[in-house]
């Protein structure tokens, strides 16, 4: 018959055993902070394309050398109708100053638009430049307040693409002196990056 202190370590040892036990299955389910749940996954969603023209037009300073050119740009299709698969007009508005201004004139001689399309992974093959050469020498007086107007047309896109890159470059004639059939060639370049619409 076991005596009662014997009974005691008897219900000790249980006990710790017990406990040495439980401890080895590790944390209780309701101990569980609620952060230590599974994250669920997340969506990639992509960023909105940056678009130039989303007011319908904007205006842009440039400089070469001597010359700023200010120039207007505008579309007469509305924004929500860029599909890739439509044509879409870009309009030009341009007129300059010549800095120090001592009479001599600025004539623009040509003026180049190239469309690239993209989408956030790719960027497709550049479509056919267009291009605007003067039809009288040495150019098309740009002067203000004489300005030259145009209208430059992005053709299809591949359909993948989200967005287009249409770089325009514009080459300005700048008489040497007010009198002089001599010329210094200053050149200009500008970017527009316009969205395409989903059809």
Not at 25 to 51: F, H, I, L, M, Q
Not at 116 to 129: C, S, Y
Not at 144 to 172: L, M, R
Request: hydrophobic share 40%; glycine share 4%; proline share 9%.
């Amino acid at each position: 018959m076991r005596t009662p202190f014997a009974r005691r370590r008897v219900m000790a040892f249980a006990i710790i055993a017990a406990s040495v036990a439980f401890v080895g299955c590790g944390p209780s389910p309701w101990s569980a902070e609620p952060g230590d749940a599974t994250p669920s996954p997340t969506v990639s969603v992509p960023p909105p394309v940056p678009n130039d023209l989303s007011s319908g037009s904007t205006e842009r300073e440039l400089t070469a050398g001597a010359v700023s050119a200010q120039v207007d740009y505008w579309s007469t299709l509305s924004m929500d109708q860029w599909t890739a698969g439509a044509v879409k007009p870009i309009s030009i508005s341009l007129l300059t100053t010549v800095t120090p201004d001592d009479g001599q004139k600025v004539y623009l001689q040509k003026a180049s638009m190239i469309a690239t399309p993209a989408n956030a992974d790719e960027t497709f093959a550049p479509l056919e430049a267009q291009l605007d050469a003067a039809s009288v020498t040495p150019g098309y007086l740009v002067l203000s307040p004489y300005s030259y107007s145009q209208t430059f047309h992005v053709g299809p896109v591949d359909e993948a693409a989200t967005y287009v890159t249409v770089q325009f470059t514009y080459d300005f004639l700048v008489q040497t002196t007010p009198t002089s059939k001599e010329y210094a060639k200053q050149t200009a370049t500008d970017t527009l990056t316009v969205a395409i619409a989903a059809d």
